[in-house]
């Protein structure tokens, strides 16, 4: 038996409920790992909210897709994204439904070692932002001597996409409200507050070569289109109403992008590791607090990764 948080109807955070389930054991190439922390995400309120479709079929819905913990068994043979795998190794899981469990089962595919230097709520909290942020610029070609505008940059993606833009040796132009400033700074970012003039505060700073959007705001498409000259070096994750009438790419994992996001890891883990990446988190709630943790993120300005702990 584990515990496992589920959406019981498509709605708010008030459909929330922990379960008691069973889990069946486990097929060939497969592991169980006893959770330590669970990242949580806005794509997991957006998928019972509706956002992405309505099927009742999928109800109760498993929620969370990414957790580190403690490998507690595994099938012979099965190894995962950093090497073969023991009982008792600490791991970072990824491209899971339920991770807010005690205990998730996952592919050996999705399941890679974690870092001492890492605590387990950094490393719940790492790879799904990472991975993305790693999608968008590769996507937009971000290199040495670009400066690319980066639109919500204090988030969990963003903090992300700025730290891995200045390591490929580009100048940062951060969006984000004043209160996070200082730490966008400190990542050797210039930040500007968005809001009304945000296209003068740039142009003030320098001429922009690629945006990167993961607001998906009218104000941040619309800066983008206006401030960068190609649109192929424009990327949103979350414009997916108004990006495709401007030619904005929208990226997803379903678009290729997932096999971009995967490769990533092993990079993404040792870069955290080595201490050149930082994880910020910003609260931990207990699994019984999903409803809680999720009005939390909702409010659009959490500080860094939000974690729930069993
Ligand atoms: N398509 C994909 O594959 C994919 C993957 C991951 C995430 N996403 C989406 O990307 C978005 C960001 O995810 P996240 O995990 O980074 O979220 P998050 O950690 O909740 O970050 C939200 C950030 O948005 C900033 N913000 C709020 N209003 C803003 C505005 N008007 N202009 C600029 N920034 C603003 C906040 O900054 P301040 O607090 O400084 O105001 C906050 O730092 C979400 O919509 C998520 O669903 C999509």
């Known amino acids: 038996m584990t515990r496992t948080v589920v959406a019981e109807a498509y709605g708010g955070p008030e459909v929330l409920a922990l379960q008691d389930i069973e889990l069946p054991a486990l097929s060939e190439g497969q592991v169980f790992v006893d959770v330590r922390a669970a990242g949580a995400n806005p794509i997991d309120y957006k998928l019972y909210g509706g956002e992405m479709g309505r099927d009742p079929a999928s109800l109760p819905m498993p929620i969370g897709m990414e957790v580190a913990g403690v490998v507690a068994e595994i099938t012979p043979g099965a190894a995962g994204y950093t090497g073969g795998l023991t009982v008792g190794d600490e791991v970072i899981v990824t491209n899971i439904s339920g991770g807010y469990s005690d205990r998730v089962v996952a592919a050996a595919a999705d399941v890679g070692h974690k870092p001492e230097s890492l605590t387990f709520e950094q490393a719940a909290g790492l790879l799904l932002v990472g991975g993305t942020a790693w999608h968008l610029l590769t996507n937009t070609a971000v290199g040495t001597g670009d400066t690319v ?104 994992g379903a678009d290729g992008g997932q096999a971009i996001r995967d490769a990533s890891r092993v990079e993404l883990v040792k870069l955290a590791a080595a201490g050149k990446l930082d ?24 500080r860094g990764k939000v974690v729930l702990v069993p």
Do not use: C, N, W
Not at 159 to 178: E, F, H
Not at 284 to 295: C, G, I, Q, S, Y
């Open 279 to 302: 994880v910020t988190v910003d609260r931990v709630f207990p699994l019984t607090e999903a409803a809680e943790t999720h009005r939390y993120l909702q409010t659009g300005h959490a």
């Open 149 to 252: 505008l980066i639109h919500g940059a204090s988030g969990g993606v963003g903090l992300m996409a700025v730290q891995l833009a200045v390591a490929r040796g580009a100048k940062v132009i951060a969006t984000a409200s004043p209160a996070r400033h200082a730490q966008l700074r400190g990542y050797g970012a210039e930040p500007v507050a968005y809001g009304a003039g945000l296209a003068d505060r740039i142009r003030a700073i320098g001429p922009v070569d690629a945006a990167l959007d993961l607001v998906g705001t009218d104000e941040a498409l619309d800066t983008s289109v206006e401030l960068v000259a190609d649109r192929a070096r424009i990327a949103t994750i979350a414009g997916f109403a108004k990006a495709p009438e401007l030619g904005i790419a929208v990226l997803t």
